[in-house]
């Protein structure tokens, strides 16, 4: 299967247009191009026969602050009829969009709604930049690496005003108690063990109930 695998980075990497780099990653066919050739390749990659990736299984992004262009845009392709994957790589900054790919499969069109929605990546071409895991009114995108994970606001529906709303979060300084140690070494009795723990307690006395 490896060699096999092999061969297919082969034949990407010589006879596709369009690609910068085609080789194997942990076993699989990795593929990294530009954003001005994504379309063709994409469509190549679905078409001629020696790949004939029919779907795209996902899309997703990979967050790297410290890259000037941070953000990875991961394809994932498969080929029912050749029975192989092909994962195709793009990467993008803040502001500069990527090529919607949704006239090659529709579907993309959801799982570019996600990646914009989780990461701020802009899809040029695509009509639909509604966020879909989040409200309608968040703000930032929570899968950055630099998105805070604690904050001063909490989002509620309240069935008065039939709506999503932003609140300050009410904290009781005496309810903030915070346990650090891990959930195995938080648990010193388990449900039903009262009695052993107790008797542990009492130096190997049996405790009668």
Not at 96 to 110: D, K, L, N, Q
Not at 156 to 178: G, M
């Amino acid at each position: 299967m490896k060699a096999r695998q092999a061969v297919l980075a082969g034949v990407i990497g010589m006879d596709f247009a369009g690609v910068r780099e085609a080789g194997l990653e942990g076993g699989e066919v990795v593929v990294r191009t530009s954003r001005g050739d994504l379309v063709t390749l994409l469509t190549a990659l679905r078409d001629d026969p020696r790949t004939l990736c029919e779907q795209m299984i996902d899309l997703c992004g990979v967050d790297w602050p410290e890259r000037r262009e941070r953000f990875d845009i991961v394809y994932n392709l498969l080929s029912v009829s050749l029975n192989h994957r092909v994962r195709v790589i793009v990467t993008t900054d803040e502001a500069t969009p990527v090529p919607t790919v949704s006239g090659i499969w529709p579907c993309a069109v959801w799982w570019e709604r996600e990646c914009w929605d989780l990461f701020g990546v802009h899809f040029a071409g695509l009509a639909d930049h509604r966020r879909i895991l989040t409200d309608y009114g968040f703000e930032g995108h929570p899968l950055r690496k630099d998105f805070p994970l604690t904050g001063y606001v909490e989002v509620r529906y309240d069935e008065d005003r039939k709506q999503v709303v932003y609140e300050n979060v009410k904290l009781t300084q005496d309810f903030r108690n915070f346990q650090f140690l891990s959930p195995w070494e938080g648990v010193t009795t388990l449900p039903g063990d009262e009695k052993a723990h107790v008797a542990r307690q009492t130096g190997g006395t049996e405790v009668l109930p």
